[in-house]
């Protein structure tokens, strides 16, 4: 009846039922909100000025027993007066942090809103957007426990407007600045000025003040000794616009500022060992726990390090580094060491000397990515041997025109041509590849990348582990001579899926972790996965420790020769040799090298392979008697109706078998003359269609757009090789043997 009778009312009556019913029901919600309130268990400010107790971080090597890193030995802080700190640093904080600090009582309700919508739709009630002001900051820097609950934002928020109570504006604002972190043990604005641009936080220029104001959002992300100083930048960048609009400064301060080169001081750690490893396991930390509870919870980090592997590594590469400085330009150089079969990164060295400034010595060249020369092939040739190709198949190496868009006889390269050379210059004709991925030749590589695809082969690549190759728009035939962009350390894992036989062991660095009391909070598992086919990883294998294959480039006794032991290797180096690097690996460790200079000036004096090689044989005659000797077990090939050109047979003897079978001789049948055979001598196009390379011959191979291209190279090496033999018929009457 009520319902009927509710039903019957006008419009109005309805809004204005609804709205009493809204105002009633937010005076129950409000309410109970204040009875819950009234329940928590608020600190009194007097605990303002009681410091909490900082429980470091410490990080260990695998064993657990070796202190890599203790997060906060020597943490540093001085406390200034607000008088002697920049303007320019006030204001900056205040624009990036909270640029209605002086108009709110200490929390700013648009801002709690705006977070809360954005973390709803993110899926995070309580992380993500914080929403706090600078007097929020305050308090949880100050008096309350970390934790990520409700309770916690509500005492947070009740004790920020009390505290604008009994303090002034300026005073919780010089509270935050000599309290807030700046990475690692820098604490305060004058600590981090003058660790960061050796001056006092009163002097500080508008740039520098914008620097240092866009670092405690996330110190360790940020700071200007990792490998995010284009993130640091943009973040500068916002600072200043965000000052700008505040009208903390005018146009031309703006202007002068973003035009202001800011040089940061040399990065001053002590007792730190494996410095590079250890800020990349501290950039992990930060990200999934935060800065705060490496700070506080005192956590025991025991990560996969080999530190008497580390050890050695060190010396090594800044012995060779040396070296290559003065014999070939080469200031800078990185190795790493995994283990294939659990993905551990044993052995990280990200610089021949982490604390020197004249190379930048901080920058992590194991994360950069630079160009890896012929060290990518092998990922090219495996994608080639899934497709059905194998190590015997004949390529030609001969000068090749591989732009349709050109004429075949022209060698040029210059856009839109491309008719690359190999690193000697000379052409050998048909060969395996087994021998052009041993030896580097560059014709045979390229021509393996077209059969393989380009774009199957940078998902391979993917697959493989190489993050860096994401735009398939950007490369063309030029990626098999090291045309992208890859990390050493990506590179060094992808090649430990060939020594793991096709598993791929995703990457692990830390192996546990453990809270203060030595109680395992967190333990992280092999986690393996099939992303190779386990043949064709050991094709791979077996022609990279094949040393007569290799011995034309690096001859019989070389380097990378081990004898008694099957070790696996490939060298490779850009054109203008500003990236040298050598790969190599066993069934139980991969290791990695680069060579070169972090600012891209190129080297000179000698190949990849010299400028390389002796570090990286160095730190393997160190490892490898550390390891069981295993083998690499040998690949299952079948030959049986295979295509003759794939099984390693340039001219193919089951079209010339068809041919006898047509010709005719009166008496005495069918007979197969000289110039029949060598006229049947053809580019690998002739023989496969690059969609279904062991399934039946292309009835058309002229329709490959590559095809006129690739076989005018075959039959001028065809010309000029056997010359009058391609026309010879045997003498009429004469018979033949």
Known sequence: MYIKKWFKKNWKEVIIDTILFGFVAGLVVAGGVLVWISTLDIPDLSSFDERRVLQS????????????????????????????????????????????????????????????????TQGDLLGGQGGSTITQQVIKNSVLDREKKLTRKVKEAILSIKLERVLEKDEILEIYLNESPYGGTIYGIEEASRAFFNKSAGDLTLAEAAYLAAIPQ?????????????????RQKLVLDRMRLNGFITIEEYESAKEEVVEFEPQAVTGIRAPHFVMYIVEQLAEKFGEEAMAEQGLRIITTLDWELQKEAEVIVAEKAESNTERFNASNAGLVATDPKTGDLLVMVGSRDYFSEDIDGNFNVTLAPRQPGSSIKPYVYANAFR???????????????????????????????????????????PISMRNALAQSLNIPAVKTLYLAGLKDTLKFM?????????????????????????????????????????????????LRI??????????????????????????????????????????????????GRDVAAKSGSTNNLRDAWIMGYTPNIAVGAWVGNNNNDPMGGGLSGLITTPMW????????????????????????????????EYIDTSLLLQAMQNQTNDEEGSKLDVATIYNNIHSILHYVDIDDPTGPYPTNPEQNPQYHNWEYG?????KDTFGLLLDTKPDEGEDED
Not at 99 to 109: M, R, S, T
Not at 621 to 647: C, M, S, Y
């Open 57 to 120: 971080t410490k990080i260990f090597d695998r064993t657990g027993e070796v202190l890599l890193y203790d997060l906060h030995q020597d943490v540093r802080r001085t406390i200034i007066p607000f008088e002697e700190m920049s303007r320019h640093i006030k204001n900056a904080t205040v624009a990036i942090e909270d640029d209605q600090f002086y108009n709110h009582i200490g929390i700013d309700i648009r801002a709690i809103i705006r977070a809360a919508v954005t973390n709803f």
């Open 218 to 234: 996330a110190p360790t992300y940020f700071s200007p000794y990792g490998n995010n100083r284009e993130a640091l930048d943009n």
């Open 387 to 429: 497709k059905g190709y194998l190590p015997a198949t004949v390529l030609f190496d001969v000068p090749t025109q591989f732009s349709p868009q050109c004429e075949p006889n022209d060698p040029s390269s210059q856009s839109p041509c491309y008719s690359p050379n190999n690193y000697n210059g000379k052409f050998v004709g």
């Open 462 to 510: 993917a697959d493989m582990g190489l993050t860096t190759l994401n735009d398939p728009d950007r490369y063309g035939l030029t990626l098999v001579l090291g045309g992208g962009e890859v990390r050493l350390m990506d590179m060094t894992y992808g090649y430990g899926v060939f020594a793991n036989g096709g598993i791929k062991a995703a990457p692990r660095s830390i």
């Open 514 to 563: 453990e809270d203060s009391r030595g109680n395992i909070i967190e333990e992280s598992e092999v986690n393996t996965s099939r992303v190779l086919e386990e043949n064709v990883a050991y094709m791979i294998s077996d022609v990279l420790s094949d040393n007569v294959a290799r011995t034309p480039l690096w001859g019989v006794n070389s380097l990378i020769n081990f004898p």
């Open 617 to 648: 044989r160095a730190f393997m005659d160190v490892a490898l008697p550390k390891l069981e000797d295993e083998k690499f077990p040998q690949p299952q090939i079948n030959t049986i109706g295979v295509k003759p050109i794939i099984r390693g």
């Open 714 to 718: 075959v039959q001028k090496w065809n």
